[in-house]
Nanobody, 120 residues
């Protein structure tokens, strides 16, 4: 199982970016997909997550600015980030809780990080 993230980059404050993350491999079912971020010197924190049924939750700091969505047919999760602020600068990691066809129980998988830099 692999999670491939894309879409990071450099943007000015107030701008927008869209992150994508596709899960691939021997997947039986994906339960939750989400995005976390880690800024230099800080712990990794949850940004947003979405269940297979479409329920979402967000970090307070991004509510109203970020929108998470997923395409279950494509095993892909998206994060639309609007009104970006310099404090959103971090490495963003996608995450999925899923059941592999070869596993007896579900577990978490992580994608490689993608850098988001917001300049002031």
């Amino acid at each position: 199982v692999q999670l491939q993230a894309s879409g990071g980059g450099l943007v000015q404050a107030g701008g927008s970016l869209r992150l994508s993350c596709e899960a691939s491999g021997s997947i039986f079912s994906i339960y939750v997909m989400g995005w976390y971020r880690q800024a230099p010197g800080k712990q990794r924190e949850l940004v947003a997550r979405i269940t297979s049924g479409g329920s979402t939750n967000y970090a307070n700091s991004v509510k109203g600015r970020f929108t998470i969505s997923r395409d279950n047919a494509k095993n892909t999760v998206y994060l639309q980030m609007n009104s970006l602020k310099p404090e959103d600068t971090a490495v963003y990691y996608c995450n999925a809780e899923l059941l592999s066809v070869y596993a007896a129980r579900r577990r978490e998988y992580w994608g490689q990080g993608t850098q988001v830099t917001v300049s002031s």
